[in-house]
């Protein structure tokens, strides 16, 4: 019996946004609305659904406004009350009082890897998850709601005692733009991970093995901003050289928790709503729109 069991999350927020410029000079891009809540509450959402109540968020100068967020505020809410909108008090009550959030500043921008490094102290010796902060997931069956990903990995990960990020499937032409995981599918979704490798070429992409027809379909699947780690990773990040950039890759010290551990994927369970840049967003904001106007048809 696994006698892993995770409570702690980071959430990597720290990013310069640049793709954003000039708003994301003074509004980090992961307090920008969708709907009618900010992306990162969308991630702290998810978290909490897999019961990940313990997190730290990584932010960096200038991005204060997400503590701010997620703090009390005691004179607004009797404001509201004494006004007889007892409702949207309990409501901001709600958005701070749904998990312990802690903060760490990252001072300088050296990667994903380096992000998540910055979280050591905080994990101990304990597995974690890690969901990144410009990323939301909504499920397929109910847009509004929390994607049921971060406790399928979460499940992976106190089931078999090996790390497991989710993936999602992504044709040849656009593997270079993601880390991609290969290996096999050893049940519905669930996949033994043989082979990581960040924004490889096409034509050397890696590929996981399908049971559907007797195993002979292949497809590429890339990470899809959601993983569970066991606290072995820290060791390896504090290993790993900087790469291109000067940045610590995440997907350099992984490799090295497989080649030690053992490594699984989990099929994506709903989709990935990413607002990296300003086309995401977009993206992201007409979808729900879309899914919206559905429902109330």
């Given at each position: 019996m696994s006698t892993l069991r995770i409570r702690k999350a980071i959430i990597p927020a720290a990013g310069f946004g640049t793709r954003f410029l000039p708003i994301s000079k003074t509004v980090p891009k992961e307090?920008?609305?969708?709907?009618?809540?900010?992306?990162?509450q969308y991630v702290v959402e998810e978290a909490v659904a897999a019961g990940l109540t313990e997190i730290l968020i990584v932010i960096s100068r200038g991005k204060e406004a997400i503590p701010?967020?997620?703090?009390?505020?005691?004179?607004?809410?009797?404001?509201?009350?004494?006004?007889?909108?007892?409702?949207?008090?309990?409501?901001l009550r709600r958005i701070s009082?749904?998990?312990?959030?802690?903060?760490?500043?990252?001072?300088?921008m050296k990667g994903l890897g380096h992000a998540v490094l910055q979280g050591r102290s905080f994990v101990g010796d304990e597995p974690f998850g890690v969901l990144l902060g410009d990323t939301f997931i909504s499920p397929e069956t109910d847009p509004a709601g929390t994607s049921a990903t971060m406790s399928r990995l979460v499940a992976t990960l106190e089931d078999r005692n090996t790390s497991a990020v989710a993936v999602e499937p992504v044709s040849a032409g656009r593997v270079d733009r993601y880390g991609v995981a290969g290996g096999e599918e050893i049940a519905s979704g669930l996949f033994q991970v043989r082979e990581m490798v960040e924004k490889p070429e096409p034509a050397a992409a890696p590929v996981i093995r399908l049971l559907s027809d007797g195993g002979g379909e292949s497809r590429h699947y890339a990470f899809a901003a959601r993983y569970v780690f066991t606290s072995g990773l820290f060791a390896e990040l504090e290993r790993t050289p900087p790469g291109k950039n000067g940045e610590i890759q995440l997907t350099d010290a992984m490799t090295a928790l497989k080649d030690k551990e053992g490594f699984h994927a989990?099929?994506?369970d709903g989709t990935r709503r990413d607002i990296g840049d300003p086309e995401g967003l977009r993206n992201a904001l007409n979808s729900l729109e879309l899914e919206a106007n559905l429902r109330t048809v």
């Open positions: 307090m920008l609305p969708v709907g009618d809540k900010p992306v990162i701010d967020y997620f703090a009390r505020n005691p004179e607004l809410e009797r404001r509201l009350e004494a006004s007889g909108k007892g409702a949207l008090a309990a409501g009082e749904m998990a312990r959030i802690h903060y760490i500043y990252q001072h300088e989990v099929a994506l």
